[in-house]
């Protein structure tokens, strides 16, 4: 089975930057897109940033201009830079990997954004 493992969280003051790192345990058959999804306390799961196996990338509107995905298909890992974080950045971050015979999530990562 496949086991996602989310690195990076942590604790940053408003306007600093964290970078996530995301790993599977092993290659994904054709992998289609990565990304990553946050969950703030008392609000649903939403899509932060995805990247397609062709590297087109897509944001949410919150964070457009602050974030950035990227990531290597061929060793099935996925990174978030994420700049200029706000209080409304806090919440746990999930990575996601889809591909021909699965949809994988990792566990999560808190990223809290305090002074």
């Known amino acids: 089975q496949v086991q996602l493992v989310e690195s990076g969280g942590g604790l940053v003051q408003p306007g600093g930057s964290l970078r996530l790192s995301c790993a599977a345990s092993r290659i994904i058959f054709r992998l289609n897109s990565m990304g990553w999804y946050r969950q703030a306390p008392g609000k649903e799961r939403e899509l932060v940033a995805a990247?397609?196996?062709?590297?087109?990338?897509n944001y949410a509107d919150s964070v457009k201009g602050r974030f950035t995905i990227s990531g290597d298909n061929a060793k099935n890992t996925v990174y978030l830079e994420m700049n200029n974080l706000q209080s409304e950045d806090t919440a746990v971050y999930y990575c996601n990997l889809r591909g021909a015979y699965g949809n994988y999530w990792g566990k999560g990562t808190l990223v809290t954004v305090s002074s």
């Open positions: 990247i397609t196996s062709g590297s087109s990338t």
